[in-house]
């Protein structure tokens, strides 16, 4: 159970502690942060409510520590994140308790995320022992006007202090995505979880801390953003920012000054079906793509665009398919789950009501019980509605009808997301053409938009965020090029 047992070091009475200098502390604040169960709607666990103070000691820390953990070798670097994922895949049960009670992520999803997760850290460590361990040569008569006098060797370099922040969808998974390459690369790591999802992340920090990584080159703090949010953003210690989650990352964006930001902000992917479709295939991919974890995922399918010719039996069968979701509690393995907030479903009933009030057609009847919302299909949506460009983040699926290819990627285009999206047709030449022509980060061909493979590239557009993730690309993000250069006397050729 959760704070029991390997973990009864991480919980004081009925408060979780925070971790700083390889140790749980309690905040000398004295105040706590509540976390609602989604289902039941009352408190479930504590965390610390940490102080502005206790982050600058948390960043004098982090900073004292990477300057000796940049000088570790890269097999050493790795052969602890091997280690702590090692853990965390044999500790995966109280974790994933804690994802069902603090995030209502369905029981066996939970597990599956955080084995998924002792994976990542595992292919990081082996990725970034690669890519790290090699530099460039480059010699100055490749330019014109140069002979061979000079021989530039450049490497990669860690950033310093990384800032990770996680969103509640997947507390565990997109933290590692963060620490992960930042450790490998040579930094140390600050994590301020999200409220819903912090005692999940807390136990993931502790399987790191049980691996013997050095004092202070991770930290977790938990606390108000009110209180704290800005503070750690705009933190003179911090070198690099990964943020994950909506529209706040904007606000950080415009407030971090100098430094590296690797920003994914949410989407509104659309879903657009050709006329030669199969449409098995479609409503299997809207049902996964639209429903699972009930709506709550950036690469969820947001929006089905679907020629007038075929919307009819498209819509049918992803009736029929809606019809079978189980709807109810996450420890009982349903489809679909209380949604994470309060707050949210009311959002969400926001659009349903406008969606209502402007005559779309409603496929099934709208149900809400507390945080429970029973999945929707909206056919006949119209442009003029909210939910055409709003991200419900709910089981709350709008279908468009089109008439052209081209007005399909109009719709696409206009909105102010660009994270994913994806088209169903049998022809090769039109979905790569249609690929082009969205504006989105990824476009994924005759399947539903997903966040993966790990190691796969993710990144967005416009409002969806800055900069590429995936493994690669988040260790290359984390580090910073250092070129020495060797002056020769005179010009030096080999001569073979």
Same mark, same amino acid.
């Given at each position: 159970?959760?704070?029991?047992?390997?973990?009864?070091?991480?919980?004081?009475?009925?408060?979780?502690?925070?971790?700083?200098?390889?140790?749980?502390?309690?905040?000398?604040?004295?105040?706590?942060?509540?976390?609602?169960?989604?289902?039941?709607?009352?408190?479930?666990?504590?965390?610390?409510?940490?102080?502005?103070?206790?982050?600058?000691?948390?960043?004098?820390?982090?900073?004292?520590?990477?300057?000796?953990?940049?000088?570790?070798?890269?097999?050493?670097?790795?052969?602890?994140?091997?280690?702590?994922?090692?853990?965390?895949?044999?500790?995966?049960?109280?974790?994933?308790?804690?994802?069902?009670?603090?995030?209502?992520?369905?029981?066996?999803?939970?597990?599956?995320?955080?084995?998924?997760?002792?994976?990542?850290?595992?292919?990081?460590? %082996?990725?970034?022992?690669?890519?790290?361990?090699?530099?460039?040569?480059?010699?100055?008569?490749?330019?014109?006007?140069?002979?061979?006098?000079?021989?530039?060797?450049?490497?990669?370099?860690?950033?310093?202090?990384?800032?990770?922040?996680?969103?509640?969808?997947?507390?565990?998974?997109?933290?590692?995505?963060?620490?992960?390459?930042?450790?490998?690369?040579?930094?140390?790591?600050?994590?301020?979880?999200?409220?819903?999802?912090?005692?999940?992340?807390?136990?993931?920090?502790?399987?790191?801390?049980?691996?013997?990584?050095?004092?202070?080159?991770?930290?977790?703090?938990?606390?108000?953003?009110? %209180?704290?949010?800005?503070?750690?953003?705009?933190?003179?210690?911090?070198?690099?920012?990964?943020?994950?989650?909506?529209?706040?990352?904007?606000?950080?964006?415009?407030?971090?000054?100098?430094?590296?930001?690797?920003?994914?902000?949410?989407?509104?992917?659309?879903?657009?079906?050709?006329?030669?479709?199969?449409?098995?295939?479609?409503?299997?991919?809207?049902?996964?793509?639209?429903?699972?974890?009930?709506?709550?995922?950036?690469?969820?399918?947001?929006?089905?665009?679907?020629?007038?010719?075929?919307?009819?039996?498209?819509?049918?069968?992803?009736?029929?398919?809606?019809?079978?979701?189980?709807?109810? #509690?996450?420890?009982?393995?349903?489809?679909?789950?209380?949604?994470?907030?309060?707050?949210?479903?009311?959002?969400?009933?926001?659009?349903?009501?406008?969606?209502?009030?402007?005559?779309?057609?409603?496929?099934?009847?709208?149900?809400?019980?507390?945080?429970?919302?029973? #999945?929707?299909?909206?056919?006949?949506?119209?442009?003029?509605?909210?939910?055409?460009?709003?991200?419900?983040?709910?089981?709350?699926?709008?279908?468009?009808?089109?008439?052209?290819?081209?007005?399909?990627?109009?719709?696409?285009?206009?909105?102010?997301?660009?994270?994913?999206?994806?088209?169903?047709?049998?022809?090769?030449?039109?979905?790569?053409?249609?690929?082009?022509?969205?504006?989105?980060?990824?476009?994924?061909?005759?399947?539903?938009?997903?966040?993966?493979?790990?190691?796969?590239?993710?990144?967005?557009?416009?409002?969806?965020?800055?900069?590429?993730?995936?493994?690669?690309?988040?260790?290359?993000?984390?580090?910073?090029?250092?070129?020495?250069?060797?002056?020769? #006397?005179?010009?030096?050729?080999?001569?073979?």
């Amino acid at each position: 159970m959760a704070g029991n047992g390997l973990f009864a070091e991480i919980l004081d009475g009925e408060v979780f502690k925070y971790y700083v200098d390889g140790e749980w502390k309690k905040s000398t604040s004295g105040k706590s942060v509540s976390i609602i169960n989604p289902t039941t709607r009352k408190t479930q666990y504590k965390v610390q409510a940490c102080s502005q103070e206790e982050v600058n000691k948390v960043m004098d820390s982090a900073k004292s520590a990477q300057k000796s953990w940049a000088k570790t070798p890269l097999w050493k670097r790795a052969e602890l994140l091997h280690k702590a994922a090692a853990i965390l895949k044999e500790h995966k049960d109280p974790i994933a308790e804690c994802l069902v009670k603090e995030i209502a992520k369905p029981a066996k999803d939970a597990v599956t995320g955080v084995v998924r997760s002792g994976d990542l850290i595992s292919y990081t460590a %082996e990725e970034g022992v690669r890519i790290l361990g090699e530099g460039k040569f480059l010699v100055s008569d490749s330019f014109p006007g140069n002979e061979r006098t000079k021989y530039c060797l450049t490497s990669k370099i860690p950033l310093g202090v990384v800032l990770a922040i996680p969103p509640f969808n997947y507390p565990v998974n997109l933290a590692v995505s963060k620490i992960g390459p930042a450790l490998i690369a040579g930094n140390s790591i600050v994590l301020k979880p999200p409220t819903q999802g912090a005692v999940s992340a807390l136990h993931m920090v502790h399987c790191f801390h049980l691996a013997g990584f050095p004092k202070g080159l991770i930290s977790c703090v938990t606390g108000k953003g009110s %209180e704290i949010g800005d503070f750690l953003t705009m933190h003179p210690g911090v070198n690099c920012i990964s943020f994950t989650g909506g529209d706040t990352g904007v606000a950080i964006s415009k407030k971090a000054g100098m430094i590296p930001l690797q920003m994914e902000l949410g989407g509104k992917d659309a879903c657009i079906v050709l006329e030669d479709a199969d449409l098995d295939l479609v409503a299997a991919n809207i049902i996964k793509g639209g429903f699972s974890y009930s709506g709550q995922r950036c690469t969820a399918v947001k929006v089905v665009l679907v020629m007038e010719s075929v919307a009819d039996a498209l819509v049918e069968k992803v009736k029929a398919k809606v019809a079978k979701l189980t709807v109810g #509690p996450p420890e009982n393995n349903c489809d679909i789950t209380p949604v994470v907030t309060e707050s949210s479903a009311n959002f969400i009933e926001g659009l349903v009501n406008d969606a209502k009030e402007k005559g779309a057609t409603f496929c099934q009847e709208y149900k809400r019980e507390g945080n429970l919302i029973w #999945p929707l299909l909206l056919d006949n949506v119209r442009p003029d509605m909210r939910i055409a460009w709003e991200e419900p983040f709910g089981p709350v699926l709008p279908v468009i009808r089109i008439n052209s290819v081209e007005e399909g990627i109009h719709h696409c285009n206009a909105s102010n997301f660009g994270l994913q999206g994806c088209v169903f047709t049998k022809d090769i030449n039109k979905a790569m053409m249609i690929s082009d022509a969205m504006e989105t980060g990824t476009v994924q061909i005759n399947s539903a938009p997903a966040r993966g493979p790990d190691h796969f590239p993710f990144q967005g557009i416009k409002d969806s965020g800055i900069g590429s993730q995936g493994i690669t690309n988040s260790i290359n993000m984390m580090t910073k090029v250092k070129t020495t250069v060797i002056n020769l #006397p005179s010009p030096s050729y080999s001569m073979g």
